[in-house]
């Protein structure tokens, strides 16, 4: 939200290069600039490497592509919004630690002293007992509104920090990166707390439709031979994808944000209520990394402070770079970032099925994220050309 | 007289369109070459071909009679043509000596030699008359001191022949003085220039000769001696104009549609009071500084006053943009790239902006698209806006006069009562001025009220039925007799006033 750096606007580099639009062909421009070329990219992708990679189109590997999506996708959601408005939020990384945290110890059917007895909600929020709400009804719904609720605070405090005081996005959200994280990691004294309630865990793996490949006439069907399609993580996922991004294309919320991201000094003139919707903007990203918290954790099975930790950013805000939407702001779209997922998913599927370290699998990774950038710096480059 | 540079059946087209087609054109040596058009009439493109930015479709160059092909920037440099753009291609965080050696230090013992730049920077800056030390920020100049410093680059790099685009736009007429008087020097040392502006009366007093461009031709050329600015004007609109404001259409009424009381913020305005009525067009004339441009920004709810009252329709006005929008305020600032308008985005995104709220449907406050694409083709039509598919052209992409009817246009959904137009034909050819008096013209026969800020003195005595003068944040005088007396405007303007 700072005055960000446009390209070819800085001194000296005022010339331009023989055109992009007249070295490419009508056909390649229209494909460059699709709202579907990542998907594309990602099937080509896809296709090319089937041969290699004779496991990519089993239905146990796509199952298991599809799962690593959903909690993915729910959290570049909120990513998707802050970029468009010009902002970047590094925090999402610890909201999804701290909430996950804050499931575990209300959640939690039992605990042990002998892993939690340092922690400081020992004997306070949890104990051999187990969380604060085990045993209660309805206690999964009001540890789901706990973790959003402490989300939304965190996110108000981002969005306060960048509108009303106006710090840079990312200094303030690195702040809460460091911060938050530390929290979630001092309350637990880095332990994971588990188990959690079947109901919740529901939430992260419950299938409603899934494919029985194996032989008919066994008696009983082996758990690894059903390959679940339609999950909850999925109903949860697509459901906020299309909640967001109808918010963000169709309300005049989102074409604030789009005026926002493109010139906030214009907007703020023209009558936006810049500082209203920026606050709201990271309130989005906080609660719907705090949704993503809920998946992983249902799926881990356990309140993790470690969670959405590391290089977890980097997927993030990669796979929504991917997808199309703009760093400076004023460009983005929610489909974009569900193929930006998709194809980040596929790419750290495919590495794992390479059988290459997790060190590799980084690198290989931030090379495909720099392509992208490329890829991303031409589409800017053709689109500038095309409007002149 | 020798020519310098021979411009050959000289063509540019982008994407099979002309932009330049067989202009033939000599720069004679030693003159200053006055080119004159309007927005989109090919001046910047043929501009550009001499600059190496872009490369000829056809046709050919000469420089001093042998061919002329520059690939780029650094050729035609090289060759001793120097571009001084209307954004200058400065570094504002570095000194003025590094911003003329920015392209190459001399050195001793492989560090920069602090004391050759230092020196030939002082020489060069002697010369034009600019008294600044080398090590300054290029930051704490002002508008016209860069521009200085962008000439004494070009005297650095020995240029034959410099081009200014548009040179005077942000500066103060005493800076302008003070330009013309450098330009005039450099003719006497025999140096060639070539002057682009829109201000006619500025071609007509510095040129030696005139180029007029229309439509990517060359339609008119020769001595100024042969032109006078109603010739000028009729070359370049390819019509004649047969005034360059509109007649007023209505005469102010007797309601006070907006009154400022006594507003006073240290160190910007002190004690400024004023009332404008119905149907009137109030001019606010002031020097860059004088606090205009601010009286604006209080005006709007965008700077902080600290005592005093504004009253909109007999009520007191408070709060922010939002809040004075909604009780019938419009703003058209003077800087329309930064705060005017979403530059990338399209032009009915621009348009509907201010008013997008009312495009909400509820229950989910979904923007009704139809909608906005009637009420934006409405508007389009209202400010005579010439573009293409306005959902998907850019902003960016319409000619400044055009840019500025969108940044009115913007405003027009909400009917204001008091529209505020902070230099509204800026950068702005004369077709498109006249356009934009037209519609100021409506705005006040609609019965609302208008406040134009300016520099140009001729257009607020072409339109306004009362002048206020405001000098060092405060308003000096007001003037509401026609004909006007230029001389007693000017005089206020620039009176030392006692701090």
């Known amino acids: 939200m700072t005055d960000t750096p446009v390209a070819g606007k800085l001194p000296g580099t005022g010339a331009t290069r023989p055109g992009l639009a007249a ?37 146990a590997n796509i199952s298991n592509i599809l799962s690593n999506m959903w909690p993915l996708l729910v959290v570049a959601t909120g990513q998707t919004f802050v970029l468009t408005v010009g902002g970047i939020d590094l925090s999402q990384g610890s909201v999804i630690g701290l909430t996950s945290v804050i499931a575990g110890a209300l959640l939690a059917t039992a605990a042990s002293g002998s892993v939690l007895a340092n922690a400081p909600i020992w004997g ?112 949860i996922a697509v459901g906020i994808a299309i909640a967001a991004s109808i918010l963000l294309s169709r309300t005049v919320f989102g074409r604030y944000v789009y005026a926002i991201g493109a010139n906030r000094r214009a907007a703020e003139i023209s009558g936006v209520p810049v500082r209203r919707v920026i606050v709201a903007v990271f309130v989005i990203s906080a609660l719907c990394a705090a949704a993503g918290s809920i998946l992983y954790s249902a799926r881990l099975e356990g309140g993790r402070p470690t969670l959405g930790e590391g290089a977890f950013l980097l997927d993030v805000i990669g796979a929504v770079v991917i997808g199309g939407t703009s760093l400076f702001g004023g460009r983005g779209r929610i489909l974009w970032t569900v193929f930006g997922v998709l194809f980040f998913v596929l790419l750290s599927n495919t590495l794992n099925l390479m059988n290459l370290s997790s060190f590799h699998i980084d690198m290989v990774k931030g090379g495909v994220i720099l392509g992208a950038a490329m890829l991303n710096v031409l589409r800017e480059r053709l689109i500038r050309e095309r409007s002149r | 007289m020798s020519h310098l540079l021979t411009l050959q059946d000289l063509s540019k087209a982008f994407f099979g369109v002309h932009a330049v087609q067989g202009v033939t054109l000599n720069i004679p040596e030693g003159a200053v070459t006055g080119l004159i058009g309007e927005n989109g009439a090919g001046k910047s493109t043929l501009m550009n071909m001499i600059g190496g930015i872009h490369q000829p479709t056809s046709g050919s160059m000469y420089w001093r009679d042998t061919p002329y092909t520059p690939r780029d ?30 392209d190459g230090f001399p050195k001793r013992l492989g560090l920069i030699d602090r004391k050759a730049i230092d020196s030939r920077t002082r020489e060069l800056l002697k010369l034009l008359d600019l008294d600044l030390a080398p090590d300054t920020l290029l930051g704490e100049l002002s508008p016209g001191e860069r521009q200085l410093v962008e000439i004494a680059k070009a005297l650095h790099r020995e240029a034959e022949l410099i081009i200014f685009d548009e040179p005077t736009t942000s500066l103060t007429p005493r800076e302008i003085e003070r330009l013309f008087e450098v330009i005039d020097r450099l003719r006497s040392n025999g140096k060639t220039v070539i002057f682009i502006s829109h201000v006619l009366g500025d071609v007509e007093r510095l040129c030696d000769h005139i180029a007029v461009m229309r439509d990517g031709q060359l339609v008119a050329e020769g001595p100024t001696s042969d032109f006078g600015i109603p010739e000028m004007i009729q070359a370049m609109i390819g019509r004649e104009l047969s005034a360059l404001f509109p007649d007023r259409t209505a005469q102010p009424g007797a309601e006070i549609v907006a009154e400022a009381i006594n507003l006073t913020q240290p160190g910007v305005m002190k004690d400024v009071s004023f009332q404008i009525r119905s149907g009137e067009i109030l001019g606010l004339f002031g020097l860059m500084g004088s606090g205009r441009s601010e009286l604006a920004r209080v005006l709007f709810g965008l700077d902080p006053v600290a005592s005093g009252e ?101 405003w027009l959904m909400e009917d204001p009562r008091l529209f505020i137009l902070d230099e509204p034909t800026r950068g702005v050819d004369v077709g498109a001025k006249y356009e934009i008096y037209t519609l100021a013209d409506r705005l006040a026969a609609e019965g609302g009220a208008v406040l134009i800020i300016s520099s140009e003195l001729e257009e607020l005595m072409g339109m306004c039925d009362r002048i206020m003068v405001m000098n060092q944040g405060e308003i000096i005088d007001t003037f509401a007799e026609k004909p006007w007396s230029q001389k007693a405007i000017l005089a206020a303007a620039f009176r030392e006033v006692a701090a």
Not at chain 1, 28 to 56: C, H, M
Not at chain 1, 149 to 154: G, H, P, R
Not at chain 1, 171 to 187: K, P, Q, S
């Open chain 1, 23 to 59: 070295t490419l062909s009508r056909r390649a421009q229209d494909l460059l600039l699709s709202d579907y070329f990542v998907l594309y990219l990602s099937l080509a992708y896809f296709i090319i490497l089937i041969p290699f990679l004779p496991n990519l189109s089993n239905p």
């Open chain 1, 124 to 235: 306070i929020i949890i104990s051999e007992e187990g969380g604060l709400l085990a045993g209660h009804t309805g206690a999964i719904w009001i540890g789901i509104a706990a973790m959003l609720a402490t989300a939304a605070l965190i996110g108000a405090i981002n969005g306060i920090s960048v509108a009303v005081l106006n710090m840079p996005p990312f200094m303030v959200t690195l702040v809460g990166l460091i911060v938050y994280g530390a929290l979630a990691i001092w309350l637990t004294q880095s332990e994971n707390i588990r188990p959690l309630p079947e109901s919740f865990i529901q939430l992260g793996k419950g299938d409603i439709v899934s494919v029985y490949l194996g032989e008919q006439d066994e008696p009983r069907i082996p758990r690894r031979q059903i390959y679940s399609f339609v999950t909850y993580p999925m109903l």
């Open chain 2, 73 to 102: 920037t650094a050729a035609a440099t090289e060759t001793g043509i120097a571009f001084i753009h209307q954004e200058l291609n400065l570094f504002y965080n570095l000194t003025i000596s590094e911003n003329l050696f920015i």
């Open chain 2, 310 to 410: 504004i009253k909109l329709g007999g009520k007191p006005l408070s709060g922010g943009p939002q809040a004075r929008i909604r009780a019938g305020l419009a703003f058209v600032t003077e800087n329309r790239r930064e705060e005017g308008l979403l530059m990338d985005a399209p032009i009915s995104d621009n348009l509907s902006l201010v008013s997008i709220s009312r495009f909400g449907r509820t229950p989910l406050n979904l923007v009704d698209r139809p909608g906005i694409a009637q009420a934006t083709a409405d508007i389009s039509d209202q400010v005579t806006l010439k573009a293409g598919d306005i959902s998907v052209q850019p902003a960016k992409a319409l000619s400044g006069g055009n840019q500025q009817k969108v940044v009115i246009g913007k």
